[in-house]
Each structure stands twice: as C-alpha cells, then as structure tokens.
C-alpha cells in the first residue's frame, strides 16, 4: 500500500469552481478522467504421455497453473497525467518468462506534465531515440519484455521544427532495475522551410546515450562510462523515400562464452542502417539494409546467470537498444518454425563459430494487377515478392585470445535467407484466395547449435463471406526440410461470426521425423467472444517448442500441452 500512498494527492485534487450569482449559468465540473485497461494471460499445463512432457510448475489444488496479470489505471486532468500499473505473475509466471517477473508488485508508475512546447515526466517512461538502434525502452507483454526507465523525462519543441529530448534512468529489470545509469539526448531537425521545400520533406536528427556503471577492476582497458551517438535522416519526394542511420559506441569490455566480460577484449560498436523504396498506386518497392557490428548494448556490462543455461539475455532483459529481423513476419504456422533472430552481439562459440555482428537486407515489391486483365480477372490480383539474407561479418577470427578484425563490405557465414513470393486473388463477392510459396535457409548450427536447414513451404488458403460479418478460412501448408526434423504438414479452419464470435482448429503434423516417436501432432482449439473493449479467448491444445516472434523480437518457448485463458479490456 505504501507504493501506492503517492497517488492520492493526485486522485483527490478536483479544482474548485464558485457562483457568484444565480444569473451565471451553472458549469459542469471538470474533475479529470480515469482510463486503463487490463489484461490476464492464464494457462493450466497438464503433462503430456504423446509428447512425453511433465510439467514442473507449481502446483494449485494439484493443477500446474501459471498466470500473468496487468493492471493499468492512469488519471488525467488537462495538461497533468499520472498512472500506475500493477503486474502479478501468481502463482508464477507463464513458462520461460524473466524469472524476475515473479510475485505480485507496482511495475511501473509516473506523473507528467504537457504543454504545447514542454512535456516532462517522472518516474517509469518509454522512449525511442531514431529506429531505436541505439535506445528504445518499450513493453511488449507476449514476449514478457518490459524495458522501461526509472528516471525522468524532458521533451521541449523550440518550434514546429525542432524537438529537443533529455532524459536519465535506470533500466527496470523484473520488479527492480539496473545498476546502470542511463543518460540520453535527442535532437529532430525538420528541415522543409529552411531549404525551401515544398513538394518535399527533409529531416534530420541527433541522438547520444551513455552508461554508467562502476568497474569492479582497475585499469580495464576502458571507461565506467560507455557513450554512444547516432546520426538520421528521412528525405520524401513524391513517391521517393529514402532514410538512414548510422551509430557508433565506444569501446567496451566483451562478453566471453561464460557471458562474463573479458577484460583483455575490447572492441568499439557500431551500426549502419539504409532504407529506401518507391510507391505510387498498384506498385510499391522498398529495401533495407544493415550492418551491426559489436552492437548489444546493455544498462549491465554482464548479463545475470539465472542458471547454468540461462541468462538475462534470454528474454531480452537489461538491453537498451532495438534490433527486430528484418525479414517477412508469416501468418503461416510452418514458415514459423525456423525464424530468424538479429544477430548484434559479439559470440565466440567454438573454434569454428565466432561472430561479430551481422550484415544483409532484404527487399520487398508490391504489385497490384488491374481488374479487367488476363491476369486481374474481374476483381484484380494482388503480388507480394519478397527476399531477405543475412550473414556474419567478413574478417578475421581467433577464439584464444580472443581477437577479431571485420570488413566493412562483403559477407562471411550465412545465417539465413527467406525468399517468397504470395499471390492473392478474389474470384467473387464472397470468394477471396491466396497461395504462398515460401524457400528459407536456416543456419541452426550457428544461430542456436544444431543443422543447417533447406526448407520449401507451401501454403494455400481460402477464404468465403457468408455475410459482411460472417466468414469461415481454411487453410492447408507443407514443408520440405532436408535436415532437423525433417517434413511437416498442417491445416487450420476458422470461423468469424459477427465480428464478436470466432472459433478456429489447426494441427501441425511432424510426420517426417527421422525418430518415430517424435512424430507428433501439435493440435490447438479454441475461441474468442468480443463485446465493446473486452475480449475472452480460451484455448486447448500443444504447444511446439521453440522461439515466439512478434515483430521481429523472439522468446525461447519450451513444448507444452494445456489450457490458456486470455482476458482484455479497456476503460
């Protein structure tokens, strides 16, 4: 309750209003508005005799069950804003999330001020410096990641075109937060008027973050203080764009196989980043490309071993920058086995796996065929190419001592490659259709330990509208892999009923296993109802190990069999 006393001022003070006489028309008082929302993610795990699974979670009654649990309230009256959110992840926390997630307490809590020009705020906030290379401090509850800072915030806007940031705090991790300290400035400079521009738009921006954090020995090679810059730039013209960012981090101490830093490893970081494309209506093309060498960067130097195979890196905890894959994120159930990860930090394996970094790109194309051709047909065709790589960094490597040397052009060991191309095609009022074929290349070897893996994915689907509000989908897919687990097939059926009810069923089959007895069906069933701003939806099935993605961000989840409830609302 004491975290809590802090907030009464807040919620108590309503402005005072008075009538001098009865010919004032009477005002409506304005005592501010409450809004939040909350959200529960619960799962009931049973053990598994099909998958061989016996779940170790603590027990309720005798039910292994796991809960995440959020609640934020948030007040605000005119200019003045203050909010709370309550986090219990009782009587533990869904498996494989950061085991500082654990019990019920605040998680985060602020108060801030905003003007037209001046917004400042206290306490736990958020913030992106650019494409959030070199700082992002973000939530995203499915992957358990909660990177706020416990600090405070200043944003000033000297005119419409420019926007200056400060900022200083540390980085939460679980209930508590870092030993770091962070420190930040950011400058967007939008450039339109100064340069004329008029059918054009030009801006520009600087940013600088650095860490502090106490050496435990003298003489390290470098400083308690790790600063960090970056330079940006977004340019339009007409259907024309083109941005880019480019950073750079001082040296610092690396991270050795043990995950401990290695005094005598010191290397600088950095990161370059190019994006550019071209759109106008039935065509659109963008590309993006990025180098990171060196470029984790931490609120800690050393990550915390929760035990001998886990660390705080395992659920992207204490890391102060933003780094997605920048590949196609899937709808298809297969295509989401093998996902790629950005590969930004320094890792010395084995003699034959030392990376630095990594460097590629990948390419999109849009193109709409027009209705009333061979190939549009009545309703028109839609096509989706799109083609990504990424590799290691060309160099040179030796693991003892530990010492490397990059290229900054070229390519080394290649991680992973996806290209696809999707076709979508409407052959009625009610009939929508889409085919996908999907050919990726995945290093597991290098990325988590195991094979190389060359995979072919095809996935069809249709698509009927009984009514605007009515629908039903399937869905059929088939991978060829040549290594790991081999061949998989999987189908999915869902049912949409006036935009509050939908059921669905899939299943995917790992029927080319090498093992007989790991050729399992990963089923999964289950609902959701809709009514205003809350959702239910439960489900009944297995979960297949391996990494979650959303966005380009991954999780490790382990194999699982159970029931989940989720519950949403706002208000």
């Not at 400060?166 to 100064?194: E, H, M, P, S, W």
């Amino acid at each position: 309750m004491k975290k809590l006393l802090w907030l009464l001022p807040f919620l108590s003070f309503a402005p005072a209003f008075s009538q001098e006489n009865d010919s004032i028309p009477e005002q409506k008082k304005d005592y501010g508005r409450v809004y939040g929302g909350f959200e529960s993610n619960s799962q009931w795990y049973l053990n598994d005799k099909g998958t061989g699974i016996n779940q170790d979670a603590t027990p309720i009654n005798g039910k292994p069950l796991r809960s995440n649990n959020y609640l934020l309230v948030n007040y605000q009256y005119k200019g003045f804003t203050a909010g709370i959110q309550a986090e219990s992840y009782a009587p533990d926390a869904l498996l494989n999330y950061n085991p500082g997630f654990d019990g019920t307490d605040v998680g985060t809590w602020y108060a801030a001020y905003k003007t037209s020009k001046l917004e400042i705020t206290g306490g736990y906030f958020y913030e992106q410096f650019g494409s959030g290379m070199l700082l992002r401090a973000w939530e995203d509850r499915a992957l358990g990641i909660n990177t706020a800072l416990r600090g405070g915030r200043v944003l000033y806007r000297l005119s419409n075109n420019t926007r200056l940031t400060a900022l200083y705090g540390r980085q939460r991790t679980g209930f508590n937060v870092a030993r770091g300290d962070i420190y930040g400035f950011d400058a967007d400079f939008i450039l339109n008027k100064l340069l004329g521009f008029e059918q054009s738009d030009l801006s520009v921006g600087a940013s600088y973050v650095g860490r502090y954090e106490a050496l435990p020995v003298e003489n390290a090679g470098f400083d308690e203080l790790t600063n960090a810059v970056g330079a940006r730039f977004n340019f339009i013209h007409n259907a024309f764009y083109l941005s880019g960012e480019v950073d750079y981090k001082q040296k610092d101490g690396v991270l050795n196989v043990q995950n401990l830093i290695d005094y005598n490893f010191v290397k600088p970081g950095n990161a370059v980043l190019l994006n550019f494309g071209y759109s106008k209506e039935g065509l659109g093309i963008d590309a993006t490309v990025r180098r990171t060498e060196n470029f984790k960067f931490l609120s800690e130097r050393e990550p915390v071993n929760y035990d001998i195979s886990s660390s705080s890196l395992n659920y992207n905890d204490r890391v102060l920058n933003f780094t997605p894959a920048l590949t196609k994120q899937h709808h298809s159930n297969l295509a989401n086995i093998y996902v790629y990860q950005a590969q930004t930090k320094v890792d010395y394996t084995t003699t034959e796996i030392m990376k630095a970094g990594e460097t590629g790109g990948q390419i999109d194309l849009f193109y709409d065929f027009a209705k009333e051709t061979p190939i549009g047909g009545k309703y028109g065709t839609k096509l989706a190419v799109n083609l990504s790589s990424w590799y290691n960094l060309p160099g040179t490597y030796r693991l003892s001592p530990a010492y490397y040397e990059t290229k900054f052009l070229g390519v080394g060991e290649k991680y992973f490659s996806d290209y696809n191309i999707e076709i979508r095609k409407q052959f009625s009022e009610t009939l929508h259709t889409a085919l996908y074929y999907i050919r990726q290349f995945y290093n597991k070897a290098w990325i988590e330990g195991g094979d190389r893996v060359n995979t072919n994915i095809v996935t069809g689907e249709a698509t009927y509208n009984f009514t605007p509000n009515r629908s039903i989908r399937l869905e059929g897919e088939h991978m060829w892999a040549d290594a790991d687990k081999k061949n998989w097939a999987g189908a999915t059926l869902e049912l949409n009923i006036d935009d509050k009810y939908s059921f669905y069923v899939w299943d995917i089959y790992n029927y080319g296993n090498d093992n007989p007895d790991n050729r399992t069906h990963y089923y999964n069933a289950g609902g959701a109802y809709r009514i205003g701003a809350t959702r239910i939806a439960a489900n009944y099935g297995r979960q297949r190990g391996g990494l979650v993605c959303v966005g380009g961000v991954c999780r490790f989840v382990p194999e699982s069999t159970g029931v989940s409830l989720q519950i949403t609302t706002a208000f």
